[in-house]
């Protein structure tokens, strides 16, 4: 069943939806509202203004697709791979990662509220010109992470790996961190730390 329910404005509502593999294809205006998607390969395709609002998406694979201007609310997607995927300029409310795998992911130019990213790899990805507020990543690898010229409000980095981590020095008074991760953070303003008491 090829794209069954992947295609230009369609709308579902109330949907348990599995095993659905679709491939290099392009589609746009796909809804899915209290829904359960489970084991859904969408891989390398393009689709524009996809909305998720109180649905699950879980066990499945989004590698190097693009989801431009998208819109996800009070859902949650958990033990899913999605190395590689573009939110580029899409809305993210009230919605949780699980133990999701998403390497050298684009949130550029993307709202980001209320989101928790709990035991997710996020190394080598990109928040540039993003807005974060109240999101916090727990246990996460942040390896890497670019959040160069973004809008940081009530951030938790805490339990975190932030080696290599790219942030502008403006936004770290709206970062909560770990005593260890402080410095990190003190190297990236230059300060040298002296653990010999004598001196």
């Given at each position: 069943m090829k794209n069954a329910y992947?295609?230009?404005?369609?709308?579902?509502?109330?949907?348990?939806i599995k095993d659905i593999i679709i491939n290099s294809e392009v589609f746009a205006d796909v809804s899915f509202e209290d829904s359960l998607l489970t084991n859904i390969r969408i891989l390398q395709s393009n689709a524009v203004r996809i909305a998720f609002v109180n649905s699950v998406l879980e066990r499945?694979?989004?590698?190097?697709?693009?989801?431009?201007?998208?819109?996800?609310r009070d859902s949650q997607i958990t033990n899913s791979k999605v190395t590689g995927i573009n939110f580029n300029e899409s809305k993210l409310r009230n919605t949780n990662f699980i133990n999701n795998k998403m390497d050298l992911s684009n949130f550029s130019c993307t709202n980001l509220e209320n989101i928790e990213f709990k035991e997710?790899?996020?190394?080598?990805?990109?928040?540039?010109?993003?807005?974060?507020?109240?999101?916090?990543?727990?246990?996460?690898?942040?390896?890497?992470v670019d959040f160069s010229g973004a809008v940081l409000k009530e951030i938790d980095l805490r339990g975190?790996?932030?080696t290599g981590l790219r942030i502008d020095t403006f936004n770290f008074k709206?970062?909560?961190?770990?005593?260890?991760?402080?410095?990190?953070?003190a190297e990236l303003l230059g300060l040298k730390i002296n653990f010999d008491s004598s001196l």
């Open positions: 992947f295609k230009n404005d369609a709308v579902h509502q109330g949907c348990n499945s694979d989004f590698s190097n697709s693009r989801l431009e201007k998208s819109f996800f997710c790899i996020l190394t080598d990805s990109v928040f540039q010109q993003a807005k974060l507020k109240k999101v916090s990543f727990v246990d996460c690898d942040l390896k890497n975190s790996n932030i709206e970062v909560t961190i770990s005593p260890i991760q402080a410095l990190y953070f």
